[in-house]
């Protein structure tokens, strides 16, 4: 059995059943930030909260990739997803072969296994269409 690990550690957590990204609030300007850090992108401000974002979405813009990648086969897509914390947010695209991808639509956060290596499953968050009212 593979071991499961996070693509990268501080990303995101679980909280009562769910996993949700985790990001950061500067309490000097009010800036939302994705991935946490120390410092304030918007004023420098070293006073952050860390806070759990939105798990759904708007896509505000997205491609469809024809090249190999590392980890990835082609084609897949990859894109924006603008959250109502005011912030986007970079992520592959999944479902956008069963439900084709329009710039606006709802979008929901998923967590998934985004490739396998020696005894590892590497797993990450991807975000999908939101059918029925989201997931």
Not at 17 to 25: D, K, Y
Not at 85 to 101: A, N
Not at 109 to 114: A, G, I, P, T
């Amino acid at each position: 059995m593979k071991t499961r690990v996070p693509f990268r550690e501080g990303l995101f957590e679980e909280i009562t059943g769910e996993v949700s990204l985790v990001g950061a609030r500067c309490r000097k300007c009010r800036q939302v930030i994705f991935p946490n850090r120390d410092t304030c992108l918007n004023c420098m401000g070293e006073d952050l909260e860390p806070i759990h974002l939105s798990r759904r979405g708007t896509l505000y813009s997205y491609t469809i990739v024809h090249m190999p990648s590392e980890h990835f086969d082609p084609p897949y897509a990859v894109g924006w997803i603008e959250l109502p914390e005011g912030l986007r947010i970079f992520s592959q695209l999944r479902g956008w072969q069963e439900q084709p991808l329009t710039t606006g639509m709802d979008m929901t956060l998923h967590f998934e296994k985004l490739w396998a290596e020696e005894e590892k499953e590497v797993f990450g968050y991807v975000f999908r269409p939101s059918t029925n009212g989201g997931a």
